[in-house]
């Protein structure tokens, strides 16, 4: 039997091949009035979004939407195995390069967000994600909750769904997944 690193390899190959084929503006658009609409009740929260790279849905249009009412932050990767921290963000912010190629803004504040819009390669209809394989999502999640309540949103196309993907006991549960076909509130 092969290892679960060997297993969550072969599920990001496939997952990232059918992100790949569900792109497209119409998806992105659609996806982001649903994004946007999860976000609302938390106006005036901190909230947490990400700069898209590779193939990934961006939330930008999101994340610009709600600036206006309260700090929208992205993530900053401090070095392996260690949490995210979160630098605010707004849509005129000076941009330099990050660690694997996500933008991050030169300056700003660190925020600490109690919503966070999470990335992901793959997700099941238990609001379980795989990602890279770096476990950035899943530290920070688990120091965040431990503070008090964090809500987690993973933001993807709809063909990103897995029916199964491996896991491990360290990985953290979504609350919510939204796509172009709307909200999907997990099955557990």
Avoid at 54 to 81: C, K, S, Y
Avoid at 118 to 140: E, H, S
Avoid at 151 to 161: D, E, M, P, V
Wanted: hydrophobic fraction near 45%; aromatic fraction near 6%.
């Amino acid at each position: 039997m092969r290892d679960i690193q060997s297993l969550k390899a072969v599920a990001r190959k496939a997952a990232f091949a059918r992100r790949k084929a569900a792109r497209s503006a119409t998806a992105d658009a659609q996806a982001a009035a649903h994004l946007i609409a999860a976000l609302l009740p938390y106006k005036g929260a901190a909230i947490a979004g990400y700069m898209p790279i590779r193939t990934e849905i961006d939330p930008l249009p999101a994340m610009a939407a709600l600036q206006a009412f309260g700090p929208v932050g992205v993530p900053v990767i401090q070095g392996e195995g260690q949490p995210l921290t979160f630098r605010e963000w707004s849509p005129e912010a000076e941009m330099v390069d990050g660690p694997f190629g996500a933008k991050i803004p030169k300056h700003g504040d660190d925020i600490t967000p109690r919503v966070l819009v999470v990335p992901l390669v793959a997700f099941t209809a238990q609001a379980m994600r795989l990602g890279y394989g770096g476990g950035f999502y899943d530290r920070t999640l688990e120091g965040l909750r431990a503070q008090g309540p964090v809500t987690a949103i993973g933001y993807a196309y709809s063909a990103q769904l897995a029916e199964d993907l491996p896991l491990e006991p360290t990985d953290q549960p979504l609350d919510l997944i939204v796509t172009e076909n709307g909200p999907l509130t997990p099955s557990r």
